[in-house]
C-alpha cells in the first residue's frame, strides 16, 4: 500500500471540500490519516509495513475490532498539509474496500463551538467522551473533526 501517494490524492479532494464547506481556516492541522482494509491478514500485512514507517502507540480493541495508531517517523506532507499519525482498523465486515477511511483534522476551537459556528452543515457524532467527533462525507471523502490531537488522545487513554 503506497500511504503517500493515497495521503497525495485524497487530502487534495478533502481540502477542495473543506474550503467549499467554510472549513479550511478552522482546522488548524490534520493529524490523521485513517486506512482501510478489506481482511484481517491485509490488517497484518499493512501493521508490519506501517511499523517501518512509524512507531505503534497503541493497538486495543474496541467494538470488538483492533485499531492500531502508528506515529510516522516523517509525516506524510502533500497540498499544504501533513499528517503525523495512521490509524488502521480491522474491517468490520470484510466488505471494505483498500484504501483511506477518512482524515480527521483538529480544530480551532472546541468541537461544540465548532459544532455551533456551522449550522448548515450535517455533521454525524462519532468518537467518545474522551475523543469528541464531528465527520461529514461528501463525494466519496470523509473528514472528521476533533479538538484534541491523535497524540495527545493516546497518550490519555495509555495513562488511565
Known amino acids: ?66 485499531i492500531a495508531v502508528f506515529e510516522l517517523q516523517r509525516p506524510l506532507r502533500s497540498h499544504g498539509w501533513s499528517v503525523s499519525f495512521v490509524e488502521l482498523p480491522q474491517p468490520k465486515t470484510g466488505a471494505e474496500t483498500e484504501g483511506v477511511r477518512h482524515l480527521q483534522f483538529v480544530v480551532r476551537t472546541s468541537i461544540e463551538s465548532f459544532r455551533v459556528r456551522f449550522p448548515h452543515l450535517t455533521f454525524d457524532h462519532r468518537g467518545n467522551d474522551l475523543n469528541r467527533l464531528l465527520e461529514i462525507e461528501e463525494s466519496g471523502v470523509v473528514v472528521r473533526s476533533h479538538d484534541k490531537n491523535m497524540g495527545s488522545v493516546i497518550a490519555h487513554e495509555v495513562g488511565r
Do not use: F
Open 1 to 66: 500500500m503506497d500511504i503517500s501517494n493515497l495521503y497525495a490524492s485524497y487530502i487534495a479532494r478533502a481540502d477542495e471540500l473543506l474550503n467549499s464547506w467554510g472549513l479550511r481556516g478552522e482546522v488548524v492541522q490534520n493529524d490523521t490519516l485513517c486506512l482501510q482494509v478489506p481482511s484481517n491478514s491485509r490488517y497484518d500485512e499493512v501493521k508490519t509495513d506501517l511499523h517501518k514507517l512509524g512507531n505503534l502507540i497503541s493497538e486495543s480493541e474496541i467494538n470488538g475490532r483492533l
